[in-house]
């Protein structure tokens, strides 16, 4: 499995557990809410700042070569690995510098925190 370049990882990054619950409306209008999975799925974005022209192809390499399978990342906030999937493409933006051209990138995901 490959493991997510750490490449300008900014406080950004933001993976939270989210409840796997399914709601059904009944035809009394009560709701049934059932538990859809014991394992829980965190869910979130991956920020990377200040990237340079080199970085952003790195991104855009490890996204085209990963896009339906898992791969890992290791957290550096919570200090937590996680094999996580894409949700959406990379989503770049160009960052406001004088001199030199930088990107900020945030990457939707999805996947499960390791034991």
Request: glycine share 4%; aromatic share 10%.
């Amino acid at each position: 499995m490959a493991t997510f370049p750490a490449i300008g990882l900014g406080f950004d990054t933001n993976l939270s557990p989210k409840a796997h619950k399914r709601v059904t409306v009944m035809k009394d209008h009560s709701l049934v809410i059932q538990k859809d999975s014991s394992v829980v799925l965190y869910d979130g974005s991956i920020q990377c700042i200040h990237l340079t022209a080199a970085d952003r192809t790195t991104i855009e390499t490890f996204y085209i070569t990963n896009e339906d399978i898992s791969w890992a990342f290791n957290n550096p906030h919570d200090g937590a690995a996680y094999t996580l999937f894409f949700t959406d493409a990379p989503l770049f933006v160009r960052e406001r510098r004088e001199a030199t051209i930088l990107y900020l990138c945030r990457i939707s995901v999805v996947g499960t925190k390791d034991p």
